[in-house]
């Protein structure tokens, strides 16, 4: 498995940006994704990327406005969330898996590790 640590959350108004980090350590992963959680509702999948850079897929609800992105150099991804709204409010989880060849990566199943979340508050 992978450890997982994410940073760079926090409260920000609607309209702005925040820049979330996912630090991983132990074997490189396959992909990385981002999932998240808001209160009563279940985890829904947001973003995920190949360790070579190349998108696997963003959820509808992001398209336009979120960007993830990989460091391998330094085992990080990174989610840019720009003009968010109050229902981005959410504990934001990165996820780490190996190649599967067969679950998709906008599934939980498709990953075997998991960081403990940050969380985004979008409100005025």
């Known amino acids: 498995q992978v450890q997982l640590v994410e940073s760079g959350g926090g409260l920000v108004q609607p309209g702005g940006s925040l820049r979330l980090s996912c630090a991983a350590s132990?074997?490189?992963?396959?992909?990385m994704g981002w999932f998240r959680q808001a209160p009563g509702k279940e985890r829904d999948f947001v973003a995920a990327?190949?360790?070579?850079?190349?998108?696997?897929a963003y959820a509808d609800f992001v398209k336009g406005r979120f960007t993830i992105s990989r460091d391998n150099a330094k085992n990080t991804a990174h989610l840019q969330m720009n003009s968010l709204k109050p229902e981005d409010t959410a504990v934001y989880y990165c996820a780490a898996g190996p190649y599967n060849g067969g679950i998709g990566y906008n599934d939980e199943r498709g990953y075997d590790s998991w960081g403990r979340g940050t969380q985004v508050t979008v409100s005025s």
């Open positions: 132990g074997r490189d992963p396959y992909a």
């Open positions: 990327i190949r360790r070579s850079g190349s998108i696997i």
